[in-house]
């Protein structure tokens, strides 16, 4: 499976030294495992947290539907992903080692079998990809509030796709049907990201004070409003927050989650409060309609 993007934003893969030196496919793949995840929860399926004290394999050796596809403990993943340029070479253009990858940059993942994916696996993997591209985005620094000071606030990983082949051509019904085969790893969600308490604005965006606002901040970015709401919007101590918005003009965007219907009602009151018009938002069940 080839997938051929384009960037509309710098693109951010930096080391733990945070520099940028070089493409890290596994940044690439992480995002897309992250997103893969969300559809699979959002489809009633699980996936368990590969970070966390909680993940896969269990006492039986059951792996859960993300792992079984990218991989955990003892279980290597079933592909390989290698960039290609726009001559279908591997990608060998560096990026400044502040900023990244600039944004025009064109690259193509191509998905290598390393053990046949099932056609479930390859239509998840594709609608990760393509929900990632039109409401979300990949890499790192996608967390900075949009700001004047693009230098400090500027947006990354915004991404459209230009060109893919081998996708799979499913119904939603059908995966639905094979995450919940007794063959997967059953796992509790904790409040995991779940498609199904998402939000999606296009067109629009919110900057840094409006931001604040949503999460219950002052102007200065200190805790004023503590309801459940601002809580769970602004995330745990060490834990990124759950909304992120973009002011790219040709993919002006925001998008977050919140653990349950009731808070993503009241989320979407406030973003109307805020100025983002009812037609320009789009909840995770609806994104789920159209895969």
């Known amino acids: 499976m080839k997938i051929t993007l384009r960037m509309q934003t710098p693109l951010w893969t930096g080391g733990v030294d945070g520099k940028s030196t070089r493409l890290h496919e596994t940044g690439l793949i ?3 495992r992250w997103w893969y995840e969300v559809i699979v929860r959002g489809l009633g399926g699980s996936a ?9 394999p269990d006492k039986e050796g059951k792996r859960c539907a993300a792992c079984q596809l990218f991989g ?23 990026p400044d080692a502040e900023y990244g990858f600039p944004a025009k940059t064109s690259m193509t993942w191509h998905f290598l079998e390393l053990r046949p994916l099932e056609e479930e696996e390859r239509w998840l993997l594709m609608q990760a990809i393509n929900i990632a591209s039109k409401y ?10 949009p700001q004047g000071n693009k230098r400090v606030g500027g947006d990354y990983g915004l991404f459209e796709i230009t060109n893919r082949v081998g ?11 094979w995450l919940n085969h007794d063959r997967f790893r059953k796992v509790p969600n904790h409040g995991w990201p779940d498609l199904r308490g998402f939000f999606f604005v296009s067109g629009q965006c919110l900057w840094r004070k409006q931001i604040n606002a949503l999460l219950g901040l002052s102007a200065d970015g200190d805790p004023v ?11 745990q101590v060490g834990v990124s927050k759950k909304v992120f ?12 989650y919140v ?5 993503r009602k009241q989320a979407i009151q406030r973003l109307q409060e805020l100025g983002i018009e009812a037609s320009n938002i789009r909840t995770g069940e609806e994104v789920l309609d159209e895969l």
């Open 30 to 32: 992480g995002s897309i």
């Open 48 to 56: 368990c947290d590969p970070t966390g004290d909680r993940s896969c």
């Open 72 to 94: 955990c403990t003892s279980w290597q993943r079933k592909f390989k992903l290698r960039i290609l340029d726009e001559d279908d070479n591997l990608f060998t253009e560096k």
């Open 136 to 145: 979300g985005a990949i890499g790192g620094r996608t967390t900075l509030k």
């Open 167 to 177: 996708e799979v051509k499913l119904a939603a019904s059908r995966v639905r049907s």
């Open 225 to 235: 409003n503590h309801g459940k709401l601002e809580v769970a919007l602004r995330g």
């Open 245 to 256: 918005s973009f002011d790219t003009p040709s993919a002006r965007r925001l998008w977050g």
């Open 259 to 263: 653990p349950t219907p009731q808070l």
